[in-house]
């Protein structure tokens, strides 16, 4: 069965502070991985990795995958409040039972102190 | 573009009985696919339909299921309620498969209390 764990689980820093979270998978065969915020509780797309070693960004944020080692890590630089929120990291399997699917991890809080 | 709707946002119901819920992609998308989100088990597929057919399924029993019409427009119906299936269920779109596509819209959600 497909697995994501995503550490830390919860996180709290102050504006201004350099964030990284971390997800870690188990899939067959692997397609992508996919990054997404949830603040209240529609989450909105951020990211998706299909490559090792290809920084994708935008703005404050980036994410980089290792395909080798089977994780991701999602970068936060200069953090506001406005980064509150859960972050999460899921897998989509392309052969199998896994063909297909999203699997997401159980999500990191950041909660942003001014 | 309007987003992805769903209702009812927040429903009451006991034990047995059944509940339908609905959702309503972003205008030309033909994928729409359901999660189950509770803060023990966080987000969980449910299932994806495209085109009216269900392209995959999750690891839930049969008292779920759903369906999409032509219009794209699908629902999601829970038979038999147990407390366990009190949960925020989100429905999101895409464009093409979710599996490819990897940019899913998620709606506001349903809340279901089970009482």
């Known amino acids: 069965e497909d697995k994501v764990v995503q550490s830390p689980l919860s996180l709290v820093v102050h504006e201004g502070d350099t964030v990284t979270l971390n997800c870690s998978y188990e899939v067959t065969n692997f397609r992508s991985l996919l990054w997404y915020k949830q603040e209240k509780k529609a989450p909105t797309f951020l990211f998706m990795l299909?490559?090792?070693?290809i920084e994708k960004k935008s703005g404050r944020l980036s994410s980089i995958l290792d395909k080798k080692e089977l994780f991701s890590i999602l970068n936060i630089t200069a953090t506001q409040t406005g980064d509150s929120a859960i972050y999460l990291c899921?897998?989509?399997?392309?052969?199998?039972?896994?063909?297909?699917?999203?699997?997401f991890g159980q999500g990191t809080i950041l909660t942003v102190h001014p | 573009k309007a987003g992805v709707t769903q209702t009812p946002r927040y429903l009451i119901k006991t034990r047995g009985q059944q509940v339908t819920l609905s959702c309503s992609p972003i205008?030309?998308?033909?994928?729409v696919s359901w999660y189950q989100q509770t803060p023990g088990q966080g987000l969980q597929f449910l299932f994806e339909y495209f085109s009216e057919t269900q392209r995959n399924k999750g690891n839930f029993p049969g008292r779920f299921s759903g369906r999409q019409f032509s219009n794209s427009r699908s629902e999601m119906n829970v038979s038999t309620l147990e407390l366990g299936d009190s949960a925020l269920y989100l429905c999101?779109?895409?464009?093409?498969?979710?599996?490819?596509?990897?940019?899913?819209?998620f709606g506001e959600g349903s809340r279901l209390t089970v009482l």
């Open positions: 299909t490559s090792s070693g």
């Open positions: 899921a897998v989509v399997g392309a052969g199998g039972t896994s063909y297909g699917k999203l699997t």
């Open positions: 205008s030309g998308h033909r994928s």
């Open positions: 999101a779109s895409s464009l093409g498969l979710a599996g490819y596509t990897g940019e899913l819209f």
